[in-house]
Nanobody, 115 residues
Framework: QVLLVESGGGLVQPGGSLRLSCAAS????????MAWYRQATGKQRELVAA???????NYGDSVKGRFTISRDNAKNTVDLQMNSLKPEDTAVYYC?????????WGQGTQVTVSS
């Protein structure tokens, strides 16, 4: 059974910070590229950040300089540190694991940025 479980979402004020975590089980985690995607209501799902098995990272243009993705292969987790949050960051955030053509998705966690 492959399982990806996101946690850490919630309500935060503009300018605030939040840290999301994704815990993986049922895969050889260290071999997988990991990523965070988000989907706001009525909009397309978009890439937020990705990290390869070797630790290389890339980010969507809208979050560069504000978000940081990291992984801990000993704990089978990938985190997303979100700083300087804006209302337009409001979305459901999804964790993704990918190895070649094989991909798995988590259930998502809601992030709401509002006063």
């Amino acid at each position: 059974q492959v399982l990806l479980v996101e946690s850490g979402g919630g309500l935060v004020q503009p300018g605030g910070s939040l840290r999301l975590s994704c815990a993986a089980s049922g895969i050889m985690f260290r071999l997988y590229a990991m990523a965070w995607y988000r989907q706001a209501t009525g909009k397309q799902r978009e890439l937020v950040a990705a990290i390869t098995s070797g630790g290389s990272t890339n980010y969507g243009d809208s979050v560069k300089g504000r978000f940081t993705i990291s992984r801990d292969n000993a704990k089978n987790t990938v985190d997303l540190q979100m700083n300087s949050l804006k209302p337009e960051d409001t979305a459901v955030y999804y964790c993704k694991a990918q190895l070649n053509l094989l991909a798995y998705w988590g259930q998502g966690t809601q992030v709401t940025v509002s006063s």
